[in-house]
């Protein structure tokens, strides 16, 4: 009862108390052995995973759970706040590359009727991802990826023609529904965001 506006209106008046709707964040490190190029602290692996961790810890402190998965399914849920952000940060702590060639569909438990935020740091795709990523679009109430432009971690005299331009895979998705940005080795991790932030923006250098 909210017994100050009763005796203001001299009606009986009920506060109605709106249940807080928990925010979820379903985030994919693509760790295919196939989608990356480079070596060590040099490949764009480590950039994909430089690039999760500090997606994941933000969502959780701003109030997420977030649902960490990579190609072989589901990592770790974590919950919102900072006890979420340091388990988040654990698990990718020990992220490896895998030997699998496709991805695990992105269903996280109990997500049956709930509209996610879907983010994705991908690398080289295959055509057989098309139908992963497409499902999880049309679950997500909104998706953002970053296609990591893996020729670019390559030595410069390995690096193939047109290396450089945004990859294909950015097209692909943007024509999906995603959207997506091309990463190469010199871009900071501020201008990726900044970058997926920007409702529209044509396809081009995030840094």
Known sequence: MHWRTTARTGELMVRREEERRETH????????TTAHEGLGLAS?????VVLAASLCAHLARMGSVVHLHDAGGLVVTSPAGSTG????????????????TDLAPLATPGSAGRRDVHLALLGR?????DAVLAAARARAVVA????????RWRPD???PPGAGTPPREVAHLVRRGWH????????????VWSALTIARRPAGAVR
């Open 85 to 100: 952000a340091t388990r988040v940060l654990d698990a990718l702590a020990v992220a490896a590359l895998s030997d699998r």
């Open 144 to 151: 953002h990826a970053a296609v990591l432009d893996v020729g």
């Open 125 to 129: 795709l295959a055509p057989a991802d």
């Open 44 to 48: 764009s692996f480590e950039s994909a």
């Open 25 to 32: 964040a379903v985030v994919l490190l693509d760790n295919r």
């Open 157 to 159: 005299d390995l690096r």
């Open 180 to 191: 997506a940005v091309p990463v190469g080795p010199d871009d900071t991790v501020p201008g």
